[in-house]
């Protein structure tokens, strides 16, 4: 799963229109315009397509944090320079104030079964043993359930 793909079910999920989107970039410290928003929404195929990197990705979800759950005050968030499904999942969990009930709800939504043990490994500290990476399955399955619960 691509950041694009990513980005693109987030705002399709959550109904956003472009000036949202900058808004969410804004929240995090970061400037865009409603041209590079576009680009990076636009299909693999269109010639004016532009790849999303992880930072900005990271800028974007960090902006959702923000926006959906408030500035915490003299904080300023942290744009990773590298992310990975496991990281994608924490901040949507922490944007959407989800606990575990919640999340497995969410997969269920998709008609994915999974437990609250094998969701806890996906929070884990990587040089934990219990630790496991979150592949695209789970997390295209876990924004499928989203776009299921909160699109209108």
């Not at 950041?3 to 000036?19: G, K, P, V």
């Not at 928003?37 to 269109?46: A, C, G, T």
Request: aromatic residues 10%; glycine residues 4%; charged residues 30%.
């Amino acid at each position: 799963m691509t950041n694009n793909d990513i980005i693109r079910r987030l705002r399709y999920s959550f109904d956003l229109n472009d000036s949202t989107m900058i808004k969410l970039f804004d929240l995090a410290g970061s400037k865009v315009n409603r041209e590079q928003v576009s680009n990076w929404l636009k299909k693999d195929d269109d010639p004016l397509y532009k790849e999303i990197y992880d930072v900005e990705l990271a800028t974007f979800l960090n902006g959702f944090i923000i926006y959906k759950r408030g500035a915490q005050e003299g904080k300023k968030p942290i744009n990773e320079k590298k992310l990975n499904n496991n990281t994608i999942l924490r901040k949507l969990k922490i944007a959407l104030n989800l606990k575990d009930i919640d999340m497995i709800a969410i997969f269920d939504l998709a008609d994915m079964r999974i437990s609250k043990p094998e969701l806890s490994a996906f929070f884990r500290k990587p040089t934990q043993s219990q630790y496991r990476l979150c592949k695209d399955q789970f997390l295209r399955n876990f924004i499928h359930g989203l776009q299921i619960k909160y699109r209108k």
